[in-house]
């Protein structure tokens, strides 16, 4: 069982207060504009401790247990912008995993440090036009010349991208197919041959820049590669976990928040003579999603007691992806419903939470991947 102690609930308040004073007061102009100023508030930030929670401290980590940073994801999932929530999670929990476990010490110094301090933006780079969920499928190839790699190919849908001082790039290193032969190479963006082609236009988390990005014989060192070359498609697997994780958090945080503000909504709008929560359909509903948040939140505190213990959790994490991302879903189509015509403008909060929570069923693995693997895991079909 997981227990919360005096120092849990100082840290909430802490991230509570720091999202309501640093993000939500911007959220509407860093929505209109399409991205906000990351190093800025990544170095905010990192001076508070913040993105390096369970990290060794001999890299500016906190050292940690992942219990702090369920709670950071639980509060940065009631932010006013879930895009800018999400870029937070890209340099948390989705970019650095790896180098924290597989990098030299040479990289860790160099490039985890700076981003655990908040002084460096980094995006994590897998994703390619026609390479999504299949991560098996990429096609961005680093061919060793000498002691450097030459990069070339495209990568799509990066987080921060437009921003970043590095990027965790998963690239092919060798002619093997499928999952073999791929290496994390760590790319600064000042690198010759590196440039970013476009900046997407989203239908929601507006709020961060995404980004295509393009490699044309882009040269790195070599000693730039994370863990042993050819080993990083299984090291990017251990890095989803953590990037599954904190959607969940996320998500379990932004559904209750729209859940609790729908509920005091309902009690102050009245039609047809009555508060419209007077309605017993509508207080069933909203029970049912009260009822799964439970579910979900105890099922991340089971995860979080394996991660503390340093067992695996990835059945864990998947389940915990696919469920809170569900219900997220859920929650904001009720929240649009149940404002009915308010909630189909901009002007309150359900649009952009609908807008918003719909990626957390297709970015870190989509359902339908989330599905296949459990499907795999309880042999209802083989590998």
């Known amino acids: 069982m997981l227990e919360f102690t005096e120092g849990h609930e100082m ?10 004073k640093e993000i939500d007061p911007h959220a509407d102009a860093w929505e209109e504009s399409g991205s906000f100023p990351a190093r800025e508030l990544f170095s905010k930030m990192g001076q508070l401790g913040l993105l390096g929670l369970t990290y060794d401290e001999r890299w500016g ?21 879930l895009g800018v929530a999400m870029a937070i999670s890209v340099q948390t929990d989705m970019a650095t995993p790896a180098l924290h476990r597989y990098g030299s010490d040479e990289l860790r110094e160099k490039y985890l440090r700076p981003a655990i301090a ?14 999504g969920s299949d991560v098996a499928g990429i096609r961005t190839r680093a061919v060793q010349d000498g002691d450097e790699w030459v990069i070339n190919g495209t990568k799509m ?63 790195v060192p070599v000693s730039n590669t994370i863990g042993e070359p050819g080993r990083g498609f299984q090291q990017q697997m251990a890095q989803f ?26 009690k102050e709008r009245v039609a047809f003579g ?9 207080q069933y509903s909203l029970a049912e999603v009260a009822a799964e948040l439970d579910l979900n939140r105890h099922h991340n505190w089971v995860t979080v007691a394996k991660a503390n213990r340093g067992e695996d959790f990835t059945r864990e994490a998947t389940v915990a992806k696919l469920c809170a991302a569900r219900l997220g879903r859920r929650m904001a189509d009720l929240a649009v419903q ?4 308010m909630g189909y ?31 795999r895991m309880n042999g209802i079909i083989g590998d």
């Open 241 to 266: 976990q953590d990037e599954r994780m904190i959607a969940a958090y996320q998500m379990v945080g932004a559904t209750e928040l729209a859940l609790q503000r729908t509920v005091e909504y309902l």
């Open 118 to 131: 908040g002084e460096m933006v980094t995006s994590i780079a897998v994703s390619e036009p026609d390479a």
């Open 338 to 341: 149940y404002h009915g015509g």
């Open 157 to 219: 849908w990066i987080t921060s991208g437009t921003q970043s001082d590095w990027l965790c790039l998963l690239a092919r290193t060798s002619d093997e197919g499928g999952y073999r032969g791929m290496s994390q190479i760590i790319v600064p963006t000042d690198t010759p041959g590196f440039s970013v082609s476009r900046k997407l236009d989203k239908l929601g988390m507006r709020g961060s820049d995404t980004a295509e990005l393009s490699f044309d014989d882009c040269r």
């Open 274 to 282: 009555s508060p419209l929560l007077a309605n017993q359909h509508l």
């Open 61 to 81: 980590g906190g050292g940690s247990d992942t219990t702090y940073k369920m709670i950071l994801g639980e509060e940065l999932g009631r932010c006013a912008s």
């Open 345 to 375: 403008v901009e002007e309150l909060w359900p649009a952009r939470f609908f807008r918003d929570a719909r990626l957390w069923s297709i970015g870190g693995g989509a359902d339908e991947v989330m599905l296949r693997t459990l499907a």
């Open 11 to 20: 840290f909430r308040n802490t991230v509570r207060e720091f999202v309501g």
